[in-house]
């Protein structure tokens, strides 16, 4: 397919090493790989990943500092980012708006109609039920409805639809009553030749571990991405207390933020002490050096809308992984997770124990894992499915026609 120019539009803090932000700039990167052109609008705040132009908007006066996640401010980022994509579209004349999440699918749909541009939406989850999830819409309050309501005209805006998981097309299709001809299923994917095992030596692996306060010949288990509720933090931290109680050799590495301080003080008061190793934010491109740390690692994740990027990096690097059943996990991991009997902490310690207790039989089904990453989970792919979708909404048919 000839190169085209792409406009994404990011509602969010781009680029801040979590999830939702890993796809964008994988799929940035991989596109520009594929030769081409790729522009981020973004708010303010984040970092300028190499690669690809990422234009900002203006800063709020009176909200300086902010996390990510639910937030009243957000209307106002949105509404200073919507003339920033319009400045971009008129000087980068794209061919195509690929919008993230629901706020990007709004500003690229009026841009979209105003220059006659397709938009592709990338659909990463429930925008109603991301928000209850964070406690920001009340599902039995007055705004619940209106939000459902609205949520439902925003996904039937676009050109088309990607989704990350083959459940969240279900969810589009059954809930929103979005065509599924309308819908592509281009799943997270990861580059497994940055995320591999092995990508320490013993030596470094040691001393990096000692340097964080964890004995060189612990038994880690390791997390990797948001500090949150619905992730499932107090319940990964509660499930700790009783695995380091009947094992006085296994730590957890806890990687990833906001709220590091109030987790941190939560730990100390379940008297996990240091063994709990909360590392605060970690830039994306030191994560497999941390993630080779572990011996096995955990997905606690409550919510059942959004994806389930960390998977891919933890299955890249051979992890053994912990993870609780359903629709999400299970689309990356089938049959070789480690799937708890209950979504609860206690069966979240038993299963980890039971892992520790026979590490050298998890190993394998977390080589089976990364064997899983390369046959199917590659960027190129995704970039290549994300090209026959570009095509059909430009009217080309197939990109490999």
């Known amino acids: 397919m000839p190169g085209l120019r792409v406009l994404m539009v990011a509602p969010t803090s781009f680029f801040s090493d979590t999830g939702c932000h890993v796809r964008i700039l994988e799929e ?162 990861v580059s497994a030749d940055v995320f591999r095992p092995g990508v320490l030596p013993p030596a470094e692996r040691r001393a990096l571990r000692e340097s964080l306060g964890i004995p060189g010949d612990a038994f880690v288990v390791v997390y990797l991405g948001l500090l949150a509720e619905h992730q499932g933090t107090s319940l990964l931290l509660r499930a700790a207390a009783q695995v380091t109680a009947a094992r006085p050799d296994a730590y957890f590495l806890v990687m990833g933020y906001p709220g590091v301080e109030g987790y941190r003080a939560y730990a100390d008061g379940l008297g996990l002490g240091g063994r709990v190793v909360l590392t605060g934010r970690l830039p994306y491109e030191h994560a497999p050096r941390y993630l080779a740390l572990g011996d096995v690692a955990v997905a606690p994740k409550v919510s059942a809308t959004e994806g389930a990027g960390k998977l891919l990096n933890y299955m890249a690097m051979a992890l053994p992984t912990v993870a609780f059943d359903g629709p999400v996990n299970r689309e990356y991991l089938d049959d070789l997770g480690i799937y708890p009997e209950r979504v609860d902490e206690a069966a979240l310690a038993q299963t980890l124990l039971a892992v520790l207790s026979d590490l050298e039989g998890a190993q394998v089904s977390g080589a089976a894992l990364r064997q899983r990453v390369l046959e199917g989970f590659s960027w190129d792919e995704g970039a290549r499915l994300l090209e026959d979708v570009y095509a059909k909404v430009l009217g080309r048919g197939s990109a490999d026609a």
Not at 120 to 137: I, K, P, R, T
């Open 28 to 189: 940035a990167r991989a596109l520009g790989s594929r030769g081409h052109e790729v522009a981020v609008c973004t708010y303010r705040k984040g970092r300028d990943p190499d690669g690809f132009a990422v234009h900002r908007t203006l800063p709020l006066p009176w909200r300086q500092n902010y996390e990510v996640g639910s937030s009243r401010h957000k209307f106002a980022y949105d509404a200073l980012l919507l003339p920033k994509v319009l400045e971009r579209a008129l000087v980068h004349r794209p061919d195509v708006i690929h919008a993230h999440m629901h706020e990007g699918a709004l500003i690229g749909v009026l841009i979209g109609r105003l220059l006659r541009l397709p938009v592709v939406f990338d659909f990463q989850g429930s925008a109603s039920s991301e928000m209850v999830d964070h406690h920001f819409l009340n599902p039995d309050g007055p705004w619940y409805r209106p939000m459902v309501w609205l949520e439902r005209c925003l996904d039937h805006l676009p050109q088309a639809l990607v989704t990350s998981t083959y459940h969240a097309a279900r969810l589009l299709v059954d809930r929103f009553d979005c065509p599924p001809s309308d819908i592509t299923v281009i799943q997270d994917r």
